[in-house]
C-alpha cells in the first residue's frame, strides 16, 4: 500500500518543472498581449531618451522585462557566496531580495509618474472607502494589486518577522499609505485614495498567500548565519 501511494503521489521535481513550465507559459502569454504596446517605447528606450521611455507605463514594463537576465544574474551571484559562506537557503534568500527590488521599483516609479497637471491643479484626496473602485476599470485594478505584489510574495520568504498574514497586511497597507502621501505633497496631479490603500494592501496579502509555503518561519532564523568551520584534527 505504501509503495502504491508513493507511486501515486508526483515527485516534487516533477511538480517545480510543471510550476515553472505555468510561470513561463504565463509570462509569455503576458508579453504576447501587450507586445504592441511595449514595442512602440522601444526604439525609444533604445536610445535612451527620457521622453517616451522612463515616463511611460510602456516603456517602464519594457525595462522591467529586459532586465530580468540581469535580476537572475544577481540572484545566481549572491547564491553562490552565500554557499560558499556555509549559509543555508542561499537560493531562497537570493531570490526573495533581488524580487522584492525589481518587481517593487518599476510599479512604484509608475505611481509616482506626474501628470499632466502636475504642481498646477489642486490636491484631491478620496476617504470614501469603495467609491473609487467603479472608476478604476479592469486595467487599474489589476494594476493596483501588482503594485505591492512582489513585496508581499518575497518579504515573508526572506525575513521571518513578516511571515504572518497580519503583518504582510499591515506591510502592504503602510507602503501604500506612503505612496498617496507622496502623491499628495507632492501635487502630482494623483487622486489620493483610501481605495488605492486597500487594493495595494490585497494585491500583497494575495501575493502573500501564494507564497506561503516558503515562508521564512522564527526556527529556521538562526540558519542565515555562517556554519563554523571544523576546527582542525590534532
Same mark, same amino acid.
Given at each position: 500500500?505504501?509503495?502504491?501511494?508513493? /507511486?501515486? *503521489?508526483?515527485?516534487? %521535481?516533477?511538480?517545480?518543472i510543471v510550476l515553472l513550465s505555468l510561470a513561463i507559459l504565463g509570462m509569455a502569454s503576458a508579453a504576447f498581449v501587450v507586445r504592441r504596446a511595449l514595442m512602440m517605447s522601444a526604439p525609444r528606450c533604445m536610445a535612451g531618451r527620457w521622453h517616451g521611455c522612463f515616463d511611460t507605463f510602456n516603456g517602464v514594463v519594457l525595462i522591467m522585462l529586459v532586465a530580468l537576465p540581469l *535580476?537572475? /544574474?544577481?540572484?545566481?551571484? /549572491? *547564491?553562490? %557566496? %552565500?554557499?560558499?559562506?556555509?549559509?543555508?537557503?542561499?537560493? %531562497?534568500?537570493? /531570490?526573495a531580495e533581488v524580487g522584492m527590488v525589481h518587481g517593487t521599483v518599476p510599479f512604484l516609479w509608475m505611481t509616482m509618474m506626474p501628470g499632466a497637471g502636475a504642481g498646477i491643479v489642486p490636491e484631491r484626496v478620496s476617504l470614501v472607502p469603495l467609491r473609487d473602485l467603479v472608476t478604476m476599470g479592469p486595467l487599474g485594478m489589476v494594476g493596483n494589486l501588482l503594485v505591492f505584489a512582489a513585496l508581499g510574495f518575497f518579504a515573508p520568504m526572506r525575513f521571518a518577522a513578516l511571515a504572518s498574514v497580519p503583518r504582510i497586511l499591515a506591510l502592504g497597507a503602510?507602503?501604500?499609505?506612503?505612496?498617496?502621501?507622496a502623491q499628495y505633497v507632492l501635487r502630482l496631479d494623483r487622486v489620493s485614495s483610501v481605495d488605492d490603500v486597500l487594493v495595494n494592501a490585497a494585491g500583497a496579502l494575495l501575493a502573500a498567500l501564494a507564497s506561503r509555503r516558503w515562508w521564512r518561519t522564527t526556527a529556521e532564523a538562526p540558519s542565515e548565519r555562517p556554519r563554523p568551520a571544523p576546527a582542525p584534527a590534532g
Open positions: 500500500m505504501n509503495h502504491s501511494a508513493s /507511486l501515486s *503521489a508526483p515527485p516534487r %521535481r516533477t511538480r517545480r *535580476a537572475a /544574474l544577481l540572484v545566481w551571484a /549572491l *547564491a553562490c %557566496r %552565500r554557499r560558499a559562506a556555509g549559509v543555508t537557503s542561499a537560493w %531562497r534568500m537570493s /531570490l503602510g507602503c501604500s499609505i506612503l505612496v498617496e502621501t
